[in-house]
């Protein structure tokens, strides 16, 4: 419709990786004393070597901010992860899953 905004986003690896980074930040600061013990990584197809013109970006983003721990995963076609309370299906995004131990509970 007429005075409709039309807004046109494009997709680059400088900010894809500011993005990711920021996110990364974001979860170790709010988690200091989580150390966790694993991750699972659900990659957009658009993102990896030909978006950032070198393989395991995202995984070496993710250590480095993170903390080195085992990661393994896949190039996906969507990913499924969270926005506030609710569950979204995402485009050229990286989804993680962290497994850390149970604290141990009192008996």
Do not use: K
């Not at 903390?67 to 896949?74: A, L």
């Not at 996906?76 to 979204?88: K, L």
């Not at 962290?98 to 008996?107: G, I, N, Y």
Request: charged letters at 15%; a negative charge; aromatic letters at 10%.
């Amino acid at each position: 419709r007429e005075g409709q905004v039309v807004q046109f986003h494009v997709h680059d690896a400088t900010s894809a990786s500011a993005g990711l980074g920021a996110s990364l930040t974001r979860y170790a600061n709010d988690h200091p004393d989580t150390a966790p013990s694993g991750a699972l990584l659900f990659s957009a197809l658009g993102r990896g070597e030909r978006l950032f013109g070198r393989v395991d970006h995202d995984t070496d983003l993710f250590q480095s901010v993170v903390g080195s721990m085992p990661v393994t995963g896949f190039f996906c076609n969507g990913e499924i992860g969270p926005v506030g309370g609710s569950t979204f299906l995402h485009g050229y995004t990286s989804s993680f899953a962290l497994f850390s131990p149970r604290e141990p509970t009192a008996v």
